[in-house]
């Protein structure tokens, strides 16, 4: 009797936010400590690849939640890292090889509803959808193959291509995320990551600001410089701007959020309480090309809500936009000086910048626009940025169409861009306004700053992929 108790104890295990909130803390923790102590640094590297196996063997869908909670907060991956005969291995590579490695288990040994067949009959996926993500894997395969054929860097290709792989966590995601509940938890997770991913770009906002240790903000800068957490820039009135990648996390938490409260049940408080935070993380940021993000979202979703929508919703409108507006009268007033218009003036040499990147990227793509020069290509440009001021030579452009165009050509942009048409079709179909939105900003932000071409926005496209389609109510 007693173990027919713990079987349904088991089955019927809740997540919760307080169990999100633990593992972010003390991954966040661990990462800390492992900058002083390599051997933490180690030892938390190895014991989350371990309890993400564990979590894995126990429910397949928590180690994809563990994946995705782990975009939210860590920016490149390297939270915690392992280095290997030079090569730096991230946690986010590691996550991704245990889950990839359970999925081809179950697909050789299991076969639990894993063959394509089912997943496109039990899921509703759109053929067309599986085929044009084949079409560009085969075009990803063959830029790598262009680029080492050119004589193009190994580890430059290496770095060009490998965030693409991140594309097949599709195929775990749609085998394991299968109940509207796994998703509600899945969205649960991501809400709670970039909760906890705004308030800590607020803490580390004020504490820059107003902290009067130089030791500890150094040591603070530090970690998050030499862990590729964020990017702290000093600005003159004595505040700071506090940007890191995963901040585009911030903005699909806001859209996915608002679609939560607009077409379900949710508390004005809550509601309004998250909004505000998530409006400050991004406002702090200073990133420009997040709040163009922002803009082309929130007009998207308000846009369609209206036109859909059976009830009226203009009060949940001005509550969505007061809401976004007190967050950024809040930075406002605890910031020291106009960041805003310090983030101008700090904004030129960037714009600069790629302003340059346009000299030698566009006579490149004009000599060779259809299959591109393959993954790893360089480009050397005169840029006036302070800290390059002189030659500069890179594989990675700020375009980030215009970087897809230089590597893998227009014929492989367009079959990217098709892949996220049917997509789009799917989220239509299904009239999921949040998911639109979503990808309309994302499609903006990405002109600026790359992030179709990065896990981070592979990421959001597979949030976007399960937000597209139906799921059963129940296995």
């Not at 088991?10 to 051997?39: N, P």
């Amino acid at each position: 009797m007693s173990i027919v108790k713990n079987k349904l104890r088991i089955t019927s295990y809740e997540l919760r936010v307080t169990h999100i909130i633990y593992v972010a803390l003390t991954l966040l923790g661990l990462s800390f400590l492992g900058y002083f102590f390599s051997f933490v640094n180690s030892v938390g590297f190895f014991g989350f690849g371990l309890f993400c196996l564990v979590l894995g063997i126990w429910k397949r869908e928590y180690a994809l939640y563990l994946a995705f909670l782990e975009l939210c907060l860590g920016s490149f991956g390297y939270l915690l890292s392992f280095n290997a005969d030079g090569f730096n291995l991230s946690l986010r590579m590691l996550f991704f090889v245990v889950i990839m490695g359970l999925w081809l288990f179950d697909f050789f040994y299991q076969r639990k509803n894993i063959t394509e067949i089912s997943l496109l009959r039990r899921r509703g996926v759109r053929g067309d959808l599986i085929i044009m993500l084949a079409i560009f894997l085969f075009i990803w395969f063959f830029g790598i193959l262009q680029g080492y054929l050119r004589g193009h860097s190994i580890a430059n290709i290496f770095y060009d291509a490998n965030s693409y792989l991140y594309f097949l966590l599709l195929l775990p995601a749609l085998t394991y995320i299968n109940t509207k509940e796994k998703f509600k938890e899945l969205r649960k997770v991501v809400l709670t990551g970039a909760g906890i991913l705004a308030l800590g770009t607020i803490v580390i906002f004020l504490t820059f600001t107003y902290c009067k240790s130089p030791n500890f903000l150094e040591i603070l800068y530090k970690w998050l410089r030499d862990f590729r957490i964020a990017e702290i820039t000093s600005l003159d009135g004595g505040s700071y701007r506090i940007f890191l990648q995963s901040q585009i996390y911030l903005l699909a938490g806001l859209l996915i959020l608002s679609g939560k409260y607009f077409f379900e049940r949710m508390k004005f408080w809550k509601y309004s309480a998250l909004t505000i935070i998530f409006s400050a993380g991004i406002y702090i940021s200073l990133s420009r090309s997040l709040w163009i993000g922002s803009v082309a979202g929130i007009i998207v979703f308000l846009t369609l809500t209206k036109l859909v929508a059976k009830k009226k919703v203009f009060r949940k409108s001005i509550t969505l936009i007061l809401s976004m507006l007190i967050g950024l009268l809040l930075v406002g007033l605890i910031a020291k000086g106009n960041i805003m218009s310090e983030r101008l003036k700090v904004g030129e040499s960037a714009s600069n910048t790629r302003i340059e990147q346009l000299v030698p990227l566009l006579p490149a793509i004009y000599k060779n626009p259809v299959f591109g020069y393959g993954f790893g290509k360089t480009l050397t440009f005169i840029s006036r940025d302070p800290r390059i001021n002189g030659e500069y030579t890179t594989h990675a452009f700020e375009w980030g169409y215009l970087d897809m165009i230089l590597k893998f050509g227009a014929l492989g942009l367009l079959v990217y861009l098709g892949f996220i048409s049917v997509l789009l079709y799917s989220l239509i179909k299904n009239k999921n306004i949040a998911g639109i939105a979503l990808i309309a900003a994302l499609l903006s932000v990405h002109m600026f700053t790359p992030y179709l071409n990065h896990p981070l926005g592979i990421g959001i496209l597979l949030l976007t992929f399960l937000l597209g389609h139906d799921i059963t109510e129940k296995e």
